[in-house]
């Protein structure tokens, strides 16, 4: 925001001009305080205690990956402008907001940040797969990929777990037979399914999962992901035409769909500068003169 108040675009100065602006700005640690370097998507993760959460004890701290905080981020702005848009509907009045990076990723970071928050202390510590609580819902290695299973320690669950697993032996445990005590002796029970599903392919282990209506997922890499016939059939993947290379080439689709107005993705995103002259002339009334003038003094690409 500083740099475009140096320049005599702050919101003020706008405002002056059109009254019910809706002026959005995306910072990286937010509009107050001191704190104004520069922001990336791997600092501002290791800033909020996400890093600190993943991987295991002992280990060194995993960046997320994947630009996710970058991306919430824009997802905060988005919505932040359809808010603004709303209240202006309504009462004519615009608005300047602001979404950074910071909050959009405190945000994200909302589950064990709260638990912390309410005295968990244990909330900000790595927790190793094989000490989870839960051992219900946890990851486990097959003879193919590894498997998360994301069910509820309750009684019925468990009994339909061991039968997916096909042991008679640790349903009959005492140590296991309610949620207290799958809890407290959680480590020897994770050793006991993990032991049971490193005999079998993980599509072995999904179906016998799925006969018993058990919640669980492959961790599938990045060349199983774009085969997913259901990510196809519902446009999360698609394909547009590329003038560079002169074919069809497959895009990320969007991920919602609306019944009245679908979107589609038409074509790739626009080289930097690749439709200022459109934009000048057909929506702000440059005349071909005045663009050739900013041009030459570098103003514009």
Same mark, same amino acid.
């Given at each position: ?71 919430? %981020? ?10 603004? /848009? ?14 950074? /990076?910071? %909050? ?31 051992? /219900? ?140 002259? /459109? ?23």
């Amino acid at each position: 925001p500083q740099l475009l108040e140096s320049w005599g675009l702050s919101y003020d100065k706008l405002k002056s001009i059109q009254p019910d602006i809706i002026y959005a700005t995306n910072t990286g640690y937010g509009r107050l305080g001191d704190v104004s370097k520069p922001s990336f998507d791997m600092t501002v993760q290791a800033l909020t205690g996400i890093m600190a959460r993943l991987g295991e004890p002992g280990e060194p701290p995993i960046y997320l990956g994947m630009g996710s905080g970058d991306a919430y %981020g824009g997802i905060m702005s988005a919505l932040g402008i359809v808010l603004a /848009l709303h209240q202006r509907k309504r009462t004519g009045r615009g608005q300047c907001l602001d979404a950074s /990076l910071y %909050g959009a990723q405190l945000f994200l970071a909302a589950p064990f940040l709260q638990s912390y928050l309410s005295g968990n202390e244990s909330a900000s510590l790595q927790r190793s797969r094989k000490q989870v609580e839960n051992p /219900l819902w946890n990851l486990y290695p097959t003879k193919g990929k590894w498997v998360f299973l994301c069910e509820p320690n309750e009684d019925a669950r468990w009994a339909a777990l061991c039968r997916a697993l096909g042991d008679a032996n640790v349903a009959a445990d005492a140590r296991f037979a309610d949620a207290a005590g799958r809890r407290q002796h959680n480590e020897a029970l994770i050793e006991v399914i993990e032991a049971h599903t490193l005999r079998r392919d993980h599509l072995e282990l999904m179906a016998a999962l799925g006969r018993e209506e058990l919640v669980a997922s492959p961790v599938n890499n990045l060349a199983d992901v774009i085969r997913d016939e259901q990510a196809w059939r519902n446009g999360y993947f698609t394909k547009t035409w590329c003038e560079e290379v002169q074919r069809e080439v497959e895009v990320r689709g969007l991920p919602v769909t609306l019944s009245k107005t679908p979107g589609e993705i038409r074509c790739l995103g626009p080289q930097l500068g690749q439709d200022t002259e /459109l934009v000048m002339m057909e929506l702000l009334g440059y005349e071909w003169g005045e663009i050739e003038a900013m041009k030459a003094a570098g103003a514009i690409p």
